[in-house]
Every structure is written in C-alpha cells, then in structure tokens.
C-alpha cells in the first residue's frame, strides 16, 4: 500500500488525459485495481526493485488505461505521461510493456499468459524463502484460454497458498461451467470468494478472504461504465 498522491475520484480525469486509439477508455477494471494498490498490496514506488514485494500481474492488458491511472495516483508514473499515452513516442502503450512502464511486473499483449507467469514466480519465490504474494488480474474471456486451465491445476495441485487471482467477469466468455466461474478453480483446490467489482470494502473483504493455504479466487463483476 502506498501514500497517495491523487485520490480515487481523480482517476477517471487521469484515464480521459489519454486517447486509446485502439481500445478506448474502459474502467471495470479500475476499482479493483485500485483496491489492490490502495488497500492490499505491500509495495511502493521506493520498493518496486525489492524481492519481498508483492507483485500485481495485469493479464487483462486491453484495460491498460486503468492500470496506468492508478500506477500514476500511487506515483510509479508521472502524470504528464498520461497526456501522450499511446501514441507512438509514448513508453505506455496499448498493453503495458514491463521494460517501459515503471511499476509494471509483466508485459501484457497475449491473453491467458498472466496466470502461468504468476504460478512459475510463485514456485520460484517459495524455493528462495521469499514471503511475498502474487495477485493476477484476468478476464473471464480468458478462462477460455488452455494456458489459464493448466496454471489453475498445477497451482492447486502444489498448494500456492501465495498467489490470489481476481476473475473481472463482464459475462465475456464463450464458454460457461457448470457452478459458474468459482467452480473451474474449486474443483482444484482453490478457496473461491464472489463479490461486487466496484464496491471497494467488498474486494478487500473477498481478496483477503484467502487461508494462505491454497491459492485464493474472487470472481469480481463488473461492466465498464465509459
């Protein structure tokens, strides 16, 4: 969690400060990962280099706008970027690039490897001793991915009690299960929590809902509303 230099209501005004020629302007991510740097996560501007950080991997990487909002409120990025963010000079563009954009863990482009990514940093910080967690970021859309199918089971399997992943679910996937989305994680092991996207007490309560035993899923509805 870090000091603030904006608030939440001046995120919307950063994300308008920058022209998406791609995608546009998309926020039902942004509470969420505002809950995140605000609320949950133990890492700073000052400590972005430290190995006992916790990590957020943004797997839904179309919704970069928010990211990069919320990475300027907490003071990874200044807020000048902004103004030519996603243009073709600008170091944010229309997917975070983890070598241009301060703050960012992973470089986003295609869909499905944000999970696999964060499993492998899990294993390799819990070989080191490292006490540090990992929250990823996917879209439902994504479920659809066979990637996402083998991170699921393998984490389960191995018990990465570290790693927590939030489900944006905008009703976006091809494919539904069984249960709904909670079940694809449960039937391998996961603890499962549902909550409300943009009800910031909610997400906190759900993401922490996790027992540090087994990996942990909050499936967070939300739709953009821009």
């Keep these: 969690m870090t000091a603030a230099p904006y608030t939440y209501d001046d995120l919307l005004?950063?994300?308008?400060?920058?022209?998406?020629?791609?995608?546009?302007?998309?926020d039902s991510t942004l509470?969420?990962?505002?809950?995140?740097?605000?609320?949950?996560?133990?890492?700073?501007?000052?400590?972005?280099?430290?190995?006992?950080?916790?990590?957020?991997?943004?797997?839904?990487?179309h919704n970069a706008h928010a990211f990069y909002s919320v990475l300027t409120a907490?003071?990874?990025?200044?807020?000048?970027?902004?103004?030519?963010?996603?243009?073709?000079d600008s170091r944010l563009g229309t997917h975070p690039d983890r070598t241009l954009v301060p703050g960012a863990e992973i470089s986003a482009g295609s869909l499905g490897h944000g999970l696999p990514?964060?499993?492998?940093?899990?294993?390799?910080?819990?070989?080191?001793?490292?006490?540090?967690?990992?929250y990823v970021l996917i879209g439902?859309?994504?479920?659809?991915?066979g990637s996402?199918?083998?991170a699921i089971?393998?984490?389960?399997?191995?018990?990465?009690?570290?790693?927590?992943?939030?489900?944006?679910?905008?009703?976006?996937?091809?494919?539904?299960w069984p249960g709904g989305i909670a079940s694809r994680f449960t039937a391998h092991g996961w603890t499962a929590t549902d909550t409300d996207g943009r009800d910031h007490d909610a997400i906190e309560k759900a993401?922490?809902?996790?027992?540090?035993?087994?990996?942990?899923?909050?499936?967070?509805?939300?739709t953009s509303r821009i």
């Excluded at 439902?140 to 991915?145: G, I, V």
């Design 153 to 176: 089971a393998y984490a389960g399997a191995t018990s990465l009690g570290a790693l927590t992943v939030i489900v944006l679910d905008n009703d976006s996937a091809s494919h539904g």
């Design 13 to 26: 005004p950063l994300m308008r400060r920058a022209v998406d020629p791609l995608y546009g302007p998309e």
């Design 117 to 134: 990514l964060a499993v492998g940093t899990a294993l390799g910080l819990r070989a080191q001793g490292v006490d540090a967690h990992l």
């Design 140 to 145: 439902d859309a994504e479920l659809d991915e």
């Design 31 to 61: 509470d969420v990962i505002w809950t995140l740097y605000d609320r949950i996560l133990d890492v700073t501007p000052a400590t972005a280099d430290d190995i006992a950080r916790d990590r957020f991997y943004l797997s839904k990487g």
């Design 207 to 222: 993401v922490r809902a996790h027992d540090g035993r087994h990996p942990h899923v909050v499936i967070a509805r939300a």
């Design 74 to 88: 907490k003071g990874f990025i200044p807020a000048e970027w902004m103004d030519t963010a996603f243009g073709p």
């Design 148 to 150: 996402n199918h083998e």
